[in-house]
C-alpha cells in the first residue's frame, strides 16, 4: 500500500564513541527458495534458485496450507531458521501454520514477497494467535518500509504451546478487492533469535556504565534489523532486542550523530537530523514499559509510556497531510556531535518472560520538516515568518509543515499560511495536527488560528479525539474569504524547561474538499 509523501526511512549512522557502521552481526546467508512443486493451475513453479521465484504454488493444484486454525500447516525446527513457500492462490486465499515454541522463545516471523523478486505480488499481511487461538499482533507493512510491502512480527512465546501465523493478502485484509493466483508466491519465514539480545547486563544500567562497556572495540549494545541479518539487504537499520531481567532492571542504549565527512549542502552532510525511537508495533512487551531520551547529562528530553509506532490515521482524518506517523515512541531532534541516550524500564517493576521488547529507529533529514529557524516568539504576529506550500502531486490541496521548541522564555510560535501559495483560501478546508506528547515532547500544546486580521480567532484548541487527547488537531476548518490565516502554537503546560524538551511538529493541509 501507498505511503505519505515524507514517510521516509534514512540510513542510520549512530554513533557514542564507536562506529556502528562496522557493527558486527549474525548475518545468515541469502535465503533461497527450494524447487517449486507447481503453480496451483499445474503450472511449472520454476527451479528457486534465486531466492523464491520458484515458490511452491500449491502442490500443482492441492493447497498444501490449512485455511484456518484447526487444519494449519504444522512447521518443525530443524535449525535456527525454518522457511516455507507458497502462495495465495485463489484470490481471498489466506493460510495458516502452526509453530510450536517453548516459554520465552523469541522468533521473528517474516511473510516475504517484494524482498525475493521486488515486486509487489503479494503485498502480505500477517496475524499471530496464541494457543488458545486469540489473535496477539498483526502486522501490514514492517515499520519504515523495512521489506517495503512484505511483513514482519517478532513475538516472545508468554507459554509454552502452539502458536498460528496467517498470511493473507492486502486487498483481502483491507476489505477492498481481494488479489491472488500462481504468481503472489512468498515465502514464509521463522527465526529463532534468541541469541541476538543485545542486552550486557549488567553493563548498561546507566550512562557511566554503558559509556564504559562500548569504550571497548568490539562490544556494542544493539541488534541489525531481521531483513539484514537474514542475508536480505546489504545496509542495516539499527535495532533494539533485549528484555527487563530484573524487577529494577534498566536498560541503556547511547546515540549520537558523529561527525560529517563532507561539506553543507553534500550528500550526507549531518548538520542536524529527526530521529525516531519506537516499538515494534504489539510487539514491545511489558504494557507499562516507560522510555526516556535524556542528554549526556541525563536530562530528560524525551518520554513516553506507549512507544509503539503507528502510521494509520485514515479512519480519523481522510486525506489530511501528516508529515511522518500517526504516533512514535520518541522523536529527537539531534545535534551533530551530541551524546544522547534511550532508557527503558519498568515503573511497575515488570521482569523476565513477558518483558522482551524490540525497538525500530527511523532517520530524516530536517528538510522534510524545516526545524525553526531561530526564534519564532514574535509579539507582532506580521513578523511570522510565511510557510512553504506544496501542491499535492494528484491536485486538490496544498501541504506545509514546520517543526520548533517552545522554552520557558517563549510564550508561542506563529506561522503565516498565505493564501496566494494555495490557490486563495475561500471555501477551502484547513487541517492542522500539532504532535507533541504523542511524540514523547513534555510539552501540553496548544493551537489557535487567527484571521487576517490577526485578531480574530477562527478556531482553538488543546486536544483531539484521536488518541490520548492531549495534542491539539484541528481538521476540515471552512474558510471564508480571508487572504491571510495564521497559526499560533502555544504551552498549555511544561513538564520541564529544557530547550529541547518542549517540542512540536505541525502538518497543515488546504484542500478543495472535505476529509470527514
Known amino acids: 500500500m501507498s505511503i505519505g509523501p515524507f514517510s521516509r526511512a534514512l540510513p542510520l549512522l549512530l554513533g557514542a564513541g564507536i562506529a556502528f557502521t562496522t557493527l558486527a552481526c549474525n548475518k545468515d546467508s541469502s535465503i533461497s527458495g527450494d524447487d517449486g512443486d507447481g503453480g496451483s493451475d499445474g503450472s511449472d513453479g520454476g527451479d528457486g534458485g534465486d531466492g523464491g521465484d520458484g515458490g511452491d504454488g500449491g502442490g500443482g493444484g ?52 517484494y524482498l525475493l523478486d521486488g515486486d509487489q505480488e503479494p503485498d502480505t499481511v500477517m496475524r499471530v494467535y496464541d494457543p488458545s487461538g486469540n489473535q496477539i499482533a498483526e502486522n501490514d507493512d514492517m515499520p519504515f518500509r523495512l521489506g517495503d510491502t512484505d511483513s514482519g512480527i517478532p513475538i516472545e512465546a508468554a507459554v509454552a504451546g502452539t502458536y498460528y501465523v496467517e498470511v493473507l493478502e492486502w486487498g483481502d485484509w483491507a476489505g477492498d478487492t481481494p488479489n491472488g493466483g500462481p504468481t503472489y508466491e512468498y515465502t514464509l519465514v521463522a527465526w529463532d533469535a534468541g541469541d541476538v539480545e543485545a542486552d ?69 552532510y549531518w548538520t542536524d537530523l529527526y530521529y525516531t525511537f519506537s516499538a515494534w508495533p504489539t510487539a514491545y512487551g511489558a504494557s507499562d514499559a516507560r ?86 516568539d514574535f509579539d507582532n504576529l506580521t513578523l511570522a515568518p510565511t510557510l512553504t506550500a506544496t501542491e499535492y502531486s494528484s491536485g486538490g ?51 489557535t488560528v487567527l484571521g487576517n486580521d490577526r485578531t480574530t480567532v477562527l478556531y482553538e484548541t488543546s486536544t483531539n479525539s484521536y488518541n490520548s487527547g492531549d495534542d491539539p488537531h484541528m481538521v476540515d476548518l471552512l474558510l471564508g474569504d480571508e487572504s491571510n490565516v495564521y497559526i499560533v502554537i502555544e504551552a498549555d503546560g511544561r513538564s520541564s524547561t529544557h530547550e529541547q524538551a518542549n517540542f512540536y511538529v505541525a502538518s497543515i493541509s488546504v484542500q478543495d474538499e472535505s476529509n470527514l
Do not use: C
Open 62 to 113: 492441492t493447497d498444501n496450507v490449512g485455511d484456518s486454525i484447526e487444519d494449519a500447516k504444522g512447521l518443525t525446527w530443524e535449525g535456527p531458521t525454518i522457511e516455507y513457500e507458497d502462495s495465495i492462490n485463489p484470490a481471498g486465499d489466506r493460510d495458516f501454520y502452526a509453530l510450536d515454541l517453548e516459554e520465552g522463545q523469541v522468533v521473528w516471523l517474516l511473510a516475504l514477497g
Open 200 to 268: 550486557p547486563e549488567p553493563f548498561n544500567n546507566s550512562i557511566a556504565e554503558v559509556d564504559a562497556y562500548t569504550a571497548t572495540e568490539g562490544n556494542y549494545v544493539y541488534v541489525a534489523d531481521p531483513v539484514y541479518n537474514l542475508g536480505l539487504a546489504e545496509s542495516y537499520n539499527l535495532m533494539i532486542d533485549a528484555s527487563l531481567d530484573t524487577d529494577s532492571d534498566v536498560d541503556v542504549y547511547p546515540y549520537g550523530l558523529t561527525e560529517s565527512d563532507v561539506g553543507p549542502g553534500e550528500e550526507g
Open 291 to 376: 522510555w526516556t531520551m535524556t542528554d549526556a547529562d541525563g536530562n530528560v528530553l524525551a518520554q513516553t509510556s506507549d512507544p509503539e509506532h503507528s502510521t494509520d490515521m485514515g479512519p480519523f482524518y481522510g486525506y489530511a497531510f501528516r508529515a511522518y506517523g500517526a504516533d512514535f515512541g520518541l522523536f529527537v531532534h539531534m545535534e551533530e556531535n551530541s551524546d544522547y541516550y534511550l532508557f527503558i524500564d519498568s515503573p511497575s517493576g515488570e521482569e523476565g518472560v513477558g518483558t522482551h521488547y524490540w525497538g525500530i529507529i527511523g532517520g530524516y533529514y530536517t528538510t522534510t520538516i524545516p526545524w525553526e529557524n531561530g526564534d519564532q
Open 397 to 447: 490541496g496544498y501541504y506545509a509543515g514546520a517543526g520548533g521548541n517552545l522554552d520557558a522564555l517563549e510564550d508561542f510560535d506563529s506561522y503565516k499560511l498565505s493564501g496566494s501559495s494555495v490557490g486563495g483560501l475561500n471555501g477551502k478546508y484547513l487541517s492542522i495536527i500539532v504532535d507533541a506528547e504523542s511524540y514523547g515532547s513534555l510539552l501540553d500544546a496548544k493551537l
